[in-house]
């Protein structure tokens, strides 16, 4: 099992920054892929981002690509979703999540998920 802790999430206003982190516990971490995810009221969870196990390749979607940052630090067993640029759009519940597989874009391959943390756009 491995067990995610998300923080970092708050209030901020259009164009604010905030850091996501994840702190994974319970097995190695170096031997997990690592996605960024979230969800707005009433639609689907999507993917942000992801991080291969070394943290030599990331992956962003589309909407995010240019003002988000993901990283990982494997000896603190953690990851970061650096966020700049932050929109109205960006609102949602940020969900990090580890995988066997590489990384991946799609949710159905992430076995473990966090509880999700806050992030709110004040316009």
């Known amino acids: 099992q491995v067990q995610l802790v998300e923080s970092g999430g708050g209030l901020v206003q259009a164009g604010g920054s905030l850091r996501l982190s994840c702190v994974a516990s319970?097995?190695?971490?170096?031997?997990?892929?690592m996605g960024w995810f979230r969800q707005a009221p009433g639609k689907e969870r999507e993917f942000v981002a992801a991080?291969?196990?070394?943290?030599?390749?990331?992956y962003y979607a589309d909407s995010v690509k240019g003002r988000f940052t993901i990283s990982r630090d494997n000896a603190k067993n953690t990851a970061y979703l650096q966020m700049n640029g932050l929109k109205p759009e960006d609102t949602a519940v940020y969900y990090c999540?580890?995988?066997?597989?590489?990384?991946?874009?799609?949710?159905?391959?992430?076995?473990?998920w966090g509880q999700g943390t806050q992030v709110t756009l004040s316009s």
């Open positions: 319970g097995r190695t971490f170096s031997d997990y892929a």
């Open positions: 991080i291969t196990r070394s943290g030599g390749s990331t």
């Open positions: 999540a580890a995988t066997n597989y590489g990384s991946s874009r799609y949710k159905s391959d992430y076995r473990y």
